[in-house]
Antibody, heavy 123, light 106 residues
Framework: QITLKESGPTLVKPTQTLTLTCTFS??????????VGWIRQPPGKALEWLAL???????RYSPSLKSRLTITKDTSKNQVVLTMTNMDPVDTATYYC???????????????WGQGTLVTVSS | DIQMTQSPSTLSASVGDRVTITCRAS??????LAWYQQKPGKAPKLLIY???SLESGVPSRFSGSGSGTEFTLTISSLQPDDFATYYC????????FGQGTKVEIK
């Protein structure tokens, strides 16, 4: 059974750095084809993909946010960490991590999701 | 970047209706398209992948079609549990999402 859970601060101040951790079980990020991504959703708005890391440490970032994002994995701890620098009130959103498994082609859908964590950016 | 455009943004329908949502990609993505259902306060749920493959456990009233740049999600007979927001997502390159289609009660 695959599960993922996001953790991190619920409130950050503008200009601060956000660090979110995705702790998962039921799969290994050392298995060929596996990836973990981060997706966010501002209140009442659409989903926005942020970053993705694969089993082979290949990393992908949203071009518009690339300069602010870092994604890393700790295979031994079954965790993926996302850091986002220079937080702004417009970054207020629910942040999700999700599992993917390449089923052909160069990418994969997100088939298992965490419950999400709401991060508010405010002074 | 590949842009994903869904239509309509909102759809009003009744239980039992056949519902179709369209997703257009700004360039060809072959069949690398997924559809998700999201209910308020919940994480999205994968319904369809590779444009037309039904994810395990998803009711057969959901179906997907299309390739290249135009795709559709069809619900053959809308059920009370289906009132939600639906997103398409391409995964040919970066995993971009569409802006969502809210299916509401008529």
């Amino acid at each position: 059974q695959i599960t993922l859970k996001e953790s991190g601060p619920t409130l950050v101040k503008p200009t601060q750095t956000l660090t979110l951790t995705c702790t998962f079980s039921g799969f290994s990020l050392s298995t060929s084809g596996v990836g973990v991504g981060w997706i966010r959703q501002p209140p009442g708005k659409a989903l926005e993909w942020l970053a993705l890391i694969y089993w082979d440490d290949d990393k992908r970032y949203s071009p518009s946010l690339k300069s602010r994002l870092t994604i890393t994995k700790d295979t031994s701890k079954n965790q993926v960490v996302l850091t986002m620098t220079n937080m702004d009130p417009v970054d207020t959103a629910t942040y999700y991590c999700a599992h993917s498994f390449v089923r052909g082609g160069s990418g994969a859908p997100f088939d298992y999701w965490g419950q999400g964590t709401l991060v508010t950016v405010s002074s | 970047d590949i842009q994903m455009t869904q239509s309509p943004s909102t759809l009003s329908a009744s239980v039992g209706d056949r519902v179709t949502i369209t997703c257009r990609a700004s360039q060809s993505i072959s069949s690398w398209l997924a559809w998700y259902q999201q209910k308020p306060g919940k994480a999205p749920k994968l319904l369809i992948y590779k444009a037309s493959s039904l994810e395990s456990g998803v009711p057969s009233r959901f179906s997907g079609s299309g390739s290249g740049t135009e795709f559709t999600l069809t619900i053959s007979s809308l059920q009370p549990d289906d009132f939600a927001t639906y997103y398409c997502q391409q995964y040919n390159s970066y995993p971009w999402f569409g802006q969502g289609t809210k299916v509401e009660i008529k």
